[in-house]
């Protein structure tokens, strides 16, 4: 399905007074506001294929109808994301579950829905129908040497994938370890894992990155091979200028102090790649800015703070993406809802006084400093992200366009009420 242009456009037409008396009011005295809107209008979010789908708990899973039943409708449920909220313009795939047939026809696809591809992930947390080998005591870390070389193998394979539909990114996030004390080796499965990322690295094209992703724990329970920002950077810095760290909000140990993470991996050049989601217990995936708000500023605070030190591109230097997936919500609606909390929050680290946080800081003025970061916080930047979104060419209201097109109702009467996505 599909929202017509001009249906965008009434849409729009509908709630514009409303939204010029917002605007107005919020961009009354800001200082740098269009600078401000063409970085919201440039900021785009890439979408992984598995969150299309209602995701499942390993107690069950629960569809909600009309979900995507191959990637070209996987393709068409971002391209209409993205048509809404015009910052949803690239997909990120998953192989196996994603396996582009005709690499030519999917870039085609995507490319008239104005979507690019992000990073390539690679899976070698589930064993495949007719797989040689199992994943069951880990992959990369393996102690047998075949099953290090088929999940080297895979890797290379996600990045030839990747190759023929323009991506310049693999994502390699390994659920190994192990789940009792002794099980393992820590200092050999460091070692075998390095040996394979090496030879994964040798394979990537000349443009392309590779993001080390770390979770502290899941599946396994006692010891993760690559389990935090410290391990990974370690890979990462043995590897090579290409190799960095990919962060994903969900994989630390609980009260981490994220933001700090991020500032001293920009700092060392060797921050890659993102994944959103919100989480009040662990790995929780839910929507983003849905629990922690003021962590996500923060943390935003110092995307930016550190970018503009380094002078990078906020759009095109880093591998932002969403990682998430929900039992209970429409994906397409919770997806709106992520997209939508990037948005403000990137506005608010937008809205900062830099130079008044800096002056408080060199004088020790705790007091002020909280006042700077509070402000940029507690500032309602709605109107100015619908502004961004009204210039781009997409709608005011994105959810209530959705809900009023009636676009779930449509996907369950085109693709049927009891299809399953490919993904977790
Ligand atoms: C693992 O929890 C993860 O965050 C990795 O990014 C995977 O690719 C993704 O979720 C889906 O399993
Ligand atoms: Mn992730």
Redo the contacts with the bound molecule.
């Keep these: 399905m599909q929202i017509e242009k001009y249906k965008i456009e009434e849409h729009n037409q509908s709630l514009m007074k409303e939204h010029g008396r917002r605007l107005n009011f919020v961009m009354e005295g800001l200082a740098g506001a269009e600078g401000i809107l063409s970085k919201l209008v440039d900021f785009q979010v890439a979408i992984?294929s598995?969150a299309l789908g209602t995701g499942g708990t390993r107690f069950g899973r629960f569809s909600g109808g009309g979900e995507p039943r191959s990637l070209e409708e996987k393709i068409e449920d971002v391209g209409l994301l993205h048509a809404l909220n015009r910052s949803s313009g690239a997909i990120s795939l998953?192989i196996p579950w994603d396996i582009p047939g005709k690499p030519a026809a999917i870039k085609a696809l995507a490319a008239q829905f104005g979507l690019k591809f992000d990073a390539m992930?690679s899976?070698t947390?589930q064993d495949q129908p007719g797989q040689a080998h199992s994943y069951k005591f880990g992959s990369l870390q393996h102690v047998k040497k075949e099953v290090r070389k088929q999940a080297i193998d895979h890797n290379i394979e996600v990045i030839r994938y990747g190759q023929e539909l323009g991506s310049n990114s693999l994502?390699v996030?390994l659920?190994d370890g192990s789940c009792f004390p002794g099980q393992l080796n820590f200092r050999q499965a460091f070692q075998h894992t390095l040996e394979g990322l090496k030879e994964i690295y040798a394979a990537l094209p000349e443009d392309w990155k590779m993001f080390v992703?770390y979770?502290a724990f899941?599946p396994n329970f006692y010891s993760t091979t690559v389990g935090d920002w410290g391990q990974s950077l370690l890979y990462a810095s043995k590897l090579g200028p290409k190799a960095y760290t990919?962060v994903?909000l969900?994989?630390h140990l609980p009260n981490a102090n994220i933001e700090q993470i991020v500032a001293l991996l920009l700092m060392e050049g060797k921050l890659g790649g993102f994944?959103f989601n919100d989480s009040k217990y662990g790995?929780d995936?839910l929507t983003v800015g849905s629990i922690k708000p003021y962590q996500l500023f923060l943390i935003f605070n110092e995307l930016v703070e550190g970018m503009d030190a380094r002078g990078m591109n906020h759009t095109t230097d880093l591998g932002w993406m969403i990682?998430a997936?929900h039992n209970v919500k429409d994906p397409l609606e919770d997806l709106l809802q992520s997209v939508e909390a990037i948005m403000l929050t990137y506005a608010q680290a937008l809205l900062v006084d830099r130079k008044r946080l800096v002056a408080a800081q060199q004088s020790n003025d705790t007091v002020a400093s909280q006042e700077v970061l509070q402000q940029a916080f507690r500032t309602d930047v709605r109107a100015l992200v619908a502004e961004a979104r009204l210039r781009a060419g997409g709608a005011l209201d994105p959810l209530g366009l959705y809900r009023y097109e009636k676009v779930r109702e449509n996907l369950i009467k085109e693709r049927g009420a009891v299809t399953v996505a490919t993904?977790?």
């Design positions: 992984p598995w998953h992930n899976n947390f994502t996030w659920s992703e979770k899941e990919l994903d969900g994989h994944h790995d995936d990682d997936s993904g977790l």
